[in-house]
């Protein structure tokens, strides 16, 4: 990325990384979502959109939080019943949507229904992290990358529609 960073998102980017996630690994699930709908879009669009919404504080706010709970599930470290539900990835639990959610409407409305596409079909690296081997925990996580290629594929639509110009 030419832009500088923020201390911030440096460490959000990290985190996702030390966690197994690659930017392109995102870009992957926008292209998932978007290709049947532009026939010209290129990984590389895809990943600009990633990058974008990266810069999002709210979004790096969410990611800090929910790699956080995951970790700390893994070390066995939080309360009961807490423990349990996160470590389980028990179904009813919808913190983890919820604090998806904050990150799907950042480019609009049409990201809801993006990601409910991709957190139903688990297709690329949400399938893997939703294995959760070797004692990984990915409650959160899983959710937050489906949520974040679902808000850069709303981002592209709305840049491809004008809504969105760069500068």
Same mark, same amino acid.
């Given at each position: 990325? $030419? /832009? #500088?960073?923020?201390?911030? *998102?440096?460490?959000?980017?990290?985190?996702?990384? =030390?966690? @197994?996630?690659?930017?392109? +690994?995102?870009?992957?699930?926008?292209?998932?979502?978007?290709?049947?709908?532009?026939?010209?879009?290129?990984?590389?669009?895809?990943?600009?959109?990633?990058?974008?919404?990266?810069?999002?504080?709210?979004?790096?706010?969410?990611?800090?939080?929910?790699?956080?709970?995951?970790?700390? $599930? /893994? #070390?066995?470290?939080?309360? *009961?019943?807490?423990?349990?539900?996160?470590?389980? =990835?028990? @179904?009813?639990?919808?913190? +983890?949507?919820?604090?998806?959610?904050?990150?799907?409407?950042?480019?609009?409305?049409?990201?809801?229904?993006?990601?409910?596409?991709?957190?139903?079909?688990?297709?690329?690296?949400?399938?893997?992290?939703?294995?959760?081997?070797?004692?990984?925990?990915?409650?959160?996580?899983?959710?937050?990358?489906?949520?974040?290629?679902?808000?850069?594929?709303?981002?592209?639509?709305?840049?491809?529609? @004008?809504?969105?110009?760069?500068?």
């Amino acid at each position: 990325m $030419a /832009e #500088k960073q923020t201390e911030l *998102e440096k460490i959000a980017r990290q985190k996702l990384m =030390d966690r @197994g996630v690659e930017i392109q +690994d995102i870009a992957e699930l926008v292209y998932y979502l978007q290709v049947k709908y532009y026939q010209e879009l290129t990984m590389e669009d895809c990943v600009h959109n990633v990058n974008r919404v990266l810069t999002k504080r709210e979004v790096q706010h969410a990611i800090l939080t929910g790699i956080e709970l995951d970790e700390l $599930a /893994e #070390k066995g470290l939080l309360s *009961e019943p807490l423990q349990d539900i996160i470590h389980r =990835d028990e @179904g009813l639990y919808g913190i +983890d949507e919820v604090i998806a959610l904050s990150i799907v409407n950042v480019y609009g409305s049409i990201g809801f229904t993006s990601y409910g596409y991709v957190d139903k079909k688990k297709p690329g690296i949400l399938r893997q992290l939703n294995k959760h081997e070797n004692g990984t925990v990915h409650t959160f996580l899983d959710d937050i990358v489906g949520a974040i290629a679902a808000a850069a594929a709303s981002r592209l639509a709305h840049s491809t529609a @004008g809504d969105i110009v760069e500068g």
